[in-house]
Structures are given as C-alpha cells and as structure tokens.
C-alpha cells in the first residue's frame, strides 16, 4: 500500500491502524508485530471484534504515529502476520 507522503509537521498525529484476518489469536500476533514499532501500548490501545457471522476477526489499534517510517514499519510488520487478509 502506498499512501501519499505525511508532511513532517502532520506528526505526531493520532492513527488508527484495521487488521482483518483469520488467526486463532489475531489479537496476540498483531500486539507482538507492532510491538517493536510502538512499545508499551497499553491494552486499551487495542479492540477486537468479530464478524457478523464469525468467520473473520478485526483487531482496531489506536496509537500515536511519531513519524511516517514508524508507520510505514507497523503496516509492514502487521501484514506479514500469517492469516492477515487486509490491512488499512
């Protein structure tokens, strides 16, 4: 995915990342895949959530964005979870 260049003075902003997929612990593959990029997010940071009919989970990270390669990385590290569908 590639966005439109963030202007330095638009950080640090507040970002919400989306991450869809189907992994029996989505929540715990996306906290130790943004983990590096973003250490110490506490629990409330973090909001899972499933489908209407179950089959897909979504885990909503709401985090502060220091600068555009901390977020270019998280994107990076969040796609690579195995069982990552979609990741806006």
Known sequence: MKT????ADDFPH??????????????GA???AVEPHAPDLPESA????????GQYL???????????A????IYTAVKAVDGV???L
């Open 58 to 68: 979504s885990v909503t990270i709401s985090l502060e964005i220091q600068n555009e």
């Open 70 to 73: 901390q977020l270019l990385n």
């Open 46 to 53: 973090f909001a899972l959530r499933a489908s209407s009919q």
């Open 14 to 27: 507040l970002h919400h990342v989306k991450v869809i997929g189907q992994h029996a612990d989505l929540l």
């Open 85 to 87: 569908i979609l990741c």
């Open 4 to 7: 439109e260049t963030q202007q």
């Open 30 to 32: 996306v906290r130790e």
